[in-house]
């Protein structure tokens, strides 16, 4: 399984950004991804989810900015991200697990099988 995001990049405070992930060499339907952040001298943070069986979840910090959805194919998730903020700079990354169906919370990270290599995101003030 491999995994590419794309969109990161710079904007500026109060600016959107939409990020994407595709999921590629995987065929079945259950089809878990996660987008986590982690920004200098903070710890990783899991950001929203979209289960296999598209339940989603995004943390309460950016739930009334930030949504998560999925093509119809199943294999390329978004993340929508308005009004950011310059502390939400940090490189965004996006995981997958074949074995999460139903979301309530960020899924735990030794569930996840495969990881993107990350993008960008710069909020300038």
């Known amino acids: 399984v491999q995994l590419v995001e794309s969109g990161g990049g710079s904007v500026q405070t109060g600016g959107s950004m939409r990020l994407s992930c595709t999921v590629s060499?995987?065929?079945?339907?259950?089809?878990?991804i996660t987008w986590f952040r982690h920004a200098p001298g903070k710890e990783r943070e899991g950001v929203a989810a979209?289960?296999?069986?598209?339940?989603?979840y995004t943390i309460a910090s950016v739930k009334d900015r930030f949504s998560v959805s999925r093509d119809n194919d199943r294999y390329t998730a978004h993340l929508d991200m308005n009004k950011l903020q310059p502390e939400e700079t940090a490189m965004y990354f996006c995981?997958?697990?074949?074995?999460?169906?139903?979301?309530?919370?960020?899924?735990?990270?030794?569930?996840?099988?495969?990881w993107g290599q990350g993008t960008q995101v710069t909020v300038s003030s």
């Open positions: 995981a997958f697990s074949s074995r999460v169906m139903n979301i309530r919370n960020i899924p735990p990270v030794a569930l996840f099988e495969a």
């Open positions: 060499n995987y065929r079945y339907s259950t089809v878990c």
């Open positions: 979209v289960g296999g069986d598209d339940s989603t």
